[in-house]
């Protein structure tokens, strides 16, 4: 090893990003100086206290330091019969990318610094009234980071949320929404989903989204010609109110001595609701158990007795 004293290094990154890269050996053939430093540099990591500020010892993303990780971690693949490497002077520690910035009191510390610029929730505002008040969600988000460019492309990202029930639709303009945005309604929650990224700006794929919803809500009004030409047969579901079941249904509860022609009747209602389910889910155990059921019910009909 060769070296002067005015090869010393000024601070501990610096001494352990040559000591990593440039593969400097400890010998005895060392500067006395620069013998000590790198010595203190290995022992860094064991002399710190254990209520220390851990986000001040590592306050964003960064390479892996061994001399500022007071942990005994390992990585890379072991000799045999032995342990994997440590971590002075290993690159595969410093390939990765690491959270040691992401601890949980880090993360309350980002929180609470970030609370000045929320603005309070207000006071008493249930889920029912803002979905009142407040019908549409637009979710948009931004991003900061430490890059050449400040933009980044998921920022231009924008989904509008929009409850059914909020929108004013007959029973014809329903049917027809729901076709047009076929995969974007979820039926469990009821809620419409559009999301707009074909734009490079925020703004523009806000614009282009509210257009989408408007051009869907007025072609779903728009009743063609030919749709009032559509019998039973055309239609695309099952439709209780227009079909010749419920006609036929009705008239003979009207020459039965045994009910009357009430169309609010219990029996009535579960004996459409289980026939509309087997012409539109189709034939199951289930919709056919239920059809069963409701026909002995309306019929007033014992297991040993038939129509």
Same mark, same amino acid.
């Given at each position: 090893?060769?070296?002067?004293?005015?090869?010393?290094?000024?601070?501990? #990154?610096?001494?352990?990003?040559?000591?990593? &890269?440039?593969?400097?050996?400890? $010998?005895? $053939?060392? /500067?006395?100086?620069? %013998?000590?430093?790198?010595?203190?540099?290995?022992?860094?990591?064991?002399?710190?206290?254990?209520?220390?500020?851990?986000?001040?010892?590592?306050?964003?993303?960064?390479?892996?330091?061994?001399?500022?990780?007071?942990?005994?971690?390992?990585?890379?693949?072991?000799?045999?019969?032995?342990?994997?490497?440590?971590?002075?002077?290993?690159?595969?520690?410093?390939?990765?990318?690491?959270?040691?910035?992401?601890?949980?009191?880090?993360?309350?510390?980002?929180?609470?610094?970030?609370?000045?610029?929320?603005?309070?929730?207000?006071?008493?505002?249930?889920? @029912?009234?803002?979905?009142?008040?407040?019908?549409? @969600?637009?979710?948009?988000? #931004?991003? $900061?980071?430490?890059?050449?460019?400040?933009?980044?492309?998921?920022?231009?990202?924008?989904?509008?949320?929009?409850?059914?029930?909020?929108?004013?639709?007959?029973?014809?303009?329903?049917?027809?929404?729901?076709?047009?945005?076929?995969?974007?309604?979820?039926?469990?929650?009821?809620?419409?989903?559009?999301?707009? %990224?074909?734009?490079?700006?925020?703004?523009?794929?806000? #614009?282009?989204?509210?257009?989408?919803?408007?051009?869907?809500?007025?072609?779903?009004?728009?009743?063609?010609?030919? /749709?009032?030409?559509?019998? /039973?047969?055309?239609? /695309? &579901?099952?439709?209780?109110?227009?079909?010749?079941?419920?006609?036929?249904?009705?008239?003979?509860?009207?020459?039965?001595?045994?009910?009357?022609?009430?169309?609010?009747?219990?029996?009535?209602?579960?004996?459409?609701?289980?026939?509309?389910?087997? &012409?539109?889910?189709?034939?199951? #155990?289930?919709?056919? &158990?239920?059809?069963?059921?409701?026909?002995?019910?309306?019929?007033?009909?014992? @297991?040993?007795?038939?129509?």
């Amino acid at each position: 090893c060769h070296g002067n004293g005015s090869t010393l290094l000024n601070s501990v #990154d610096q001494l352990m990003h040559t000591l990593m &890269f440039s593969h400097i050996l400890i $010998c005895s $053939c060392m /500067e006395p100086e620069l %013998d000590l430093m790198l010595r203190l540099v290995l022992q860094l990591s064991n002399q710190m206290p254990v209520d220390q500020e851990w986000s001040n010892v590592w306050p964003g993303p960064r390479t892996f330091h061994p001399a500022s990780v007071p942990l005994p971690i390992r990585q890379g693949f072991p000799n045999k019969r032995q342990a994997p490497p440590g971590k002075f002077g290993n690159a595969e520690l410093m390939k990765i990318p690491n959270f040691l910035h992401l601890t949980p009191p880090a993360i309350k510390k980002h929180c609470e610094s970030l609370k000045q610029f929320c603005t309070e929730w207000p006071k008493g505002l249930t889920s @029912e009234e803002q979905e009142k008040l407040f019908p549409m @969600e637009v979710i948009t988000s #931004d991003y $900061c980071h430490s890059s050449p460019v400040i933009r980044d492309p998921m920022a231009r990202i924008v989904t509008l949320k929009i409850n059914l029930n909020s929108l004013i639709l007959d029973n014809h303009a329903k049917d027809k929404l729901l076709r047009l945005v076929e995969n974007c309604y979820d039926p469990d929650t009821n809620v419409i989903t559009i999301m707009a %990224d074909r734009c490079p700006l925020k703004q523009q794929n806000y #614009d282009y989204i509210m257009y989408v919803l408007t051009a869907l809500y007025h072609e779903a009004w728009k009743k063609e010609t030919w /749709e009032q030409e559509k019998s /039973e047969a055309d239609m /695309e &579901f099952y439709n209780w109110a227009n079909s010749v079941s419920r006609q036929n249904i009705l008239s003979y509860l009207s020459l039965s001595s045994n009910d009357t022609t009430n169309d609010t009747s219990p029996h009535l209602s579960e004996y459409e609701q289980a026939v509309s389910e087997l &012409f539109n889910q189709g034939e199951d #155990d289930y919709t056919l &158990f239920k059809y069963k059921e409701s026909t002995k019910k309306l019929f007033v009909l014992h @297991e040993d007795q038939t129509l």
